[in-house]
């Protein structure tokens, strides 16, 4: 059992900074190694995964269109992973999600990214890039 809950997303100015999180619970950061992820979602648009974690060797994956601007990290005291976004951009507007794949399950390669590859999400958080 894994359980995901997001927070601390909000409205920013394009060039600005914020920090969402995701506290996890369950089989996932207190117990092994395990992947987790975060996707999000924009207006129009289908679910996409921007950063993944392997938190055990902490292994770091991004998609091209956030490398460079977004760090996702844990923070093992506190049992969450959060993604530090930089630079943001209009088109970074989106609900943001963290995810989990199924405990036990190894991630292939090449699927680090892909929304499909995890089975646990939580509820999302709101972060919106105003020009």
């Known amino acids: 059992q894994v359980q995901l809950v997001e927070s601390d997303g909000g409205s920013v100015e394009a060039g600005g900074s914020l920090r969402v999180s995701c506290a996890a619970s369950?089989?996932?950061?207190?117990?092994?190694?395990?992947?987790m992820g975060w996707c999000r979602q924009a207006p129009g648009k289908e679910r996409v995964g921007v950063a993944a974690?392997?938190?055990?060797?902490?292994?770091?994956y991004y998609a091209g269109s956030v490398k460079g601007r977004f760090i996702i990290s844990r923070d093992k005291d506190k049992d969450t992973v959060s993604l530090q976004m930089n630079s943001l951009k209009t088109e970074d507007t989106a609900t943001y999600y963290c995810?989990?794949?199924?405990?036990?399950?190894?991630?292939?390669?090449?699927?680090?990214?892909?929304?499909?590859?995890?089975?646990?999400w939580g509820q999302g958080t709101q972060v919106t890039v105003s020009s």
């Open positions: 369950g089989d996932t950061l207190s117990n092994g190694n395990y992947f």
């Open positions: 974690l392997y938190t055990g060797p902490g292994t770091t």
């Open positions: 995810a989990a794949p199924f405990p036990g399950l190894g991630v292939r390669r090449g699927t680090e990214l892909d929304p499909s590859t995890y089975a646990y």
